[in-house]
């Protein structure tokens, strides 16, 4: 199935792919040296839609290394789409499983599911969904329904 284009990443030129790569390269070494960053983060966030934060630039346990904070940064970040249909989950599942590493497209199911922790039901399934196919995964994430308090 083919997604809208608010549900596909959407890449940046190679001119932006250079000016975001120096951008972080900057913000790296402004963290690195302990100083104030929040100016180029900002900056940063505004270029590419994301929010980014000064801990997302250290070196230490946790962090992505700046490859994979550039392929991050220069995907424009999944929208929230209140009228999602079944079938596009399901094919943002798909993308999920054939390649479970994708943060953009889990990003994607996350904030288009009102389930908490609707992502679980793709890597840390319940036993009856163990092997579950993409289709009963999306049907699963959409039984639920938050309690009105």
Do not use: K
Request: aromatic share 6%.
């Amino acid at each position: 199935m083919e997604l809208r284009d608010a549900l596909r990443r959407r890449l940046v030129t190679p001119e932006q792919r250079t000016a975001i790569d120096a951008a972080i390269l900057r913000i790296e070494q402004v963290v690195d040296r302990g100083e104030d960053a929040t100016a180029a983060i900002e900056s940063l966030n505004e270029t590419t839609g994301h929010s980014f934060a000064a801990e997302d630039f250290g070196h230490h346990c946790g962090t992505p290394n700046r490859a994979e904070l550039l392929e991050w940064a220069c995907a424009p970040p999944p929208a929230r789409l209140p009228d999602i249909t079944r079938d596009e989950l399901i094919e943002i599942v798909r993308r999920i499983l054939a390649d479970p590493t994708d943060n953009w497209y889990i990003t994607a199911f996350h904030i288009n599911t009102v389930m908490p922790g609707a992502i679980d039901l793709i890597f840390y399934p319940p036993s009856e969904l163990e092997d579950a196919t993409p289709e009963e995964i999306v049907d699963a994430a959409l039984t639920y329904h938050p309690i009105a308090l």
